[in-house]
């Protein structure tokens, strides 16, 4: 099967497990809600029958009728409260973001930059801080201006590490100059303004390639898509 077959099968079975417990849980609690339900009713109709002997039957059958009425109220409720539970979830996940610390504003903007796209990394090391294991290990390599590379090496070897190092998504140690100049002088939106990357997951986007080719989905000038062709 092709690597999309193989993906989509795989996300496939991850939703139809999480799909089918989420199914289960909805019908175990519908199940004991029902049962207290009818405990409810059995317990009215009960008293009824074998503690009260003067009501009159119209007002015993009123009470039976509102008695079930409520319970199924009363499910309703409790089934939107879960639900509204399970959403705030979501809301949880979003609101982590605000606890982010946000990233420094400071550093330099240059005119025309870079203009021949020279990359030089001296002695690069990243250290993820969740892991503290050296995923980058004094890297040094040079890429003249138009030439194509391969970064060629196994899974986790560290080949997106690198391109991280290039937007400064992490804190690197050593230095890294596009066309002489230390990217760490840099502010972080001017640099990642000015150079784009393709990853290697494909997502499906809304919106022209000019818009999502700039990570801040700046209006970059026309002019540098000039050359943008599709084979
Ligand atoms: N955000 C992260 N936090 C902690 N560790 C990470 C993080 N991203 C990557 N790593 C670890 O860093 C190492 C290098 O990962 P990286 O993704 O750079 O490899 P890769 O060469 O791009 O692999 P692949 O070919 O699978 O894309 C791996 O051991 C990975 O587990
Ligand atoms: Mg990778």
């Known amino acids: 099967m092709s690597y999309y077959g193989t993906s989509c099968c795989r996300h496939q079975d991850l939703f139809t497990s999480a799909n089918y417990i989420s199914l289960c849980a909805k019908r175990a609690f519908a199940f004991y809600m029902d049962l207290s339900s009818v405990i409810f009713l059995i317990i009215i109709v009960g008293r009824f029958l074998f503690f009260d002997v003067d009501t009159a039957a119209g007002d015993v059958g009123l009470a039976i009728t509102q008695a079930a009425g409520l319970a199924m109220i009363v499910q309703f409720a409790l089934m939107q409260w879960s639900e509204t539970e399970s959403n705030m979830t979501s809301v949880e996940r979003a609101l982590e973001y ?13 005119e025309d930059w870079p203009k021949k796209g020279e990359i030089n990394y001296v002695n690069v ?22 030439q194509k590379i391969g970064i060629v090496g196994r899974t986790g070897a560290g080949k997106s590490s690198i391109i991280s190092t290039l937007f400064r998504l992490y804190n690197y140690e050593g230095q890294i100059f596009v066309d002489d100049v230390e990217i760490k002088t840099l502010s972080l939106e001017f640099l990642r303004q000015h150079i784009s990357i393709i990853p290697q997951d494909p997502i499906m986007f809304q919106g022209t390639i000019r818009k999502r080719t700039s990570i801040l989905y700046s209006n970059t000038p026309m002019k ?8």
Do not use: C, H
Request: hydrophobic letters at 30%; proline letters at 0%; aromatic letters at 10%.
């Open 125 to 146: 090391s990243l250290t993820y801080r969740s892991t503290n294991e050296k995923v980058l290990k004094n890297i040094s390599f040079a890429v003249k201006s138009k």
């Open 98 to 110: 605000t606890y982010l610390r946000q990233e420094t504003k400071e550093g330099i903007k240059l």
């Open 224 to 231: 540098r898509y000039g050359k943008l062709s599709i084979k």
